[in-house]
Nanobody
Framework: QVQLVEAGGGLVQAGGSLRLSCSAS????????MSWFRQPPGKGRESVAQITNSNRPKYADAVKGRFVISRNNTANTVYLQMNNLSPEGTAVYYCNGDGRTLCGGDVWGQGTQGTVYS
């Protein structure tokens, strides 16, 4: 069974930073791509950033210029560096592996809470 485990959430003041990590139980190249999503309180889940196996990143407009997604293929880990956070960044952050080739569907982590206070 493929597992994704997030870490790095926490409480931070507006303007501060958090660095999330997502560790996979297998080689992350077996996923078509890796992504971060978030779900703010009372809202639906939204895409934040994606990184392909060729290391090409893609960002939601709301986070461009502030968030950076990266990957360490040797460690089977994906990161999300979040800078200049605002209270609107308060959410549960989820790691996602596009597993259409691997297992026919998405693989999700359990989520990690990030809270930004003003």
């Amino acid at each position: 069974q493929v597992q994704l485990v997030e870490a790095g959430g926490g409480l931070v003041q507006a303007g501060g930073s958090l660095r999330l990590s997502c560790s996979a139980s297998r080689n992350i190249f077996t996923f078509d791509s890796m992504s971060w999503f978030r779900q703010p309180p009372g809202k639906g889940r939204e895409s934040v950033a994606q990184i392909t196996n060729s290391n090409r990143p893609k960002y939601a407009d709301a986070v461009k210029g502030r968030f950076v997604i990266s990957r360490n293929n040797t460690a089977n880990t994906v990161y999300l560096q979040m800078n200049n956070l605002s209270p609107e960044g308060t959410a549960v952050y989820y790691c996602n592996g596009d597993g259409r080739t691997l297992c026919g569907g998405d693989v999700w982590g359990q989520g990690t809470q990030g809270t930004v206070y003003s």
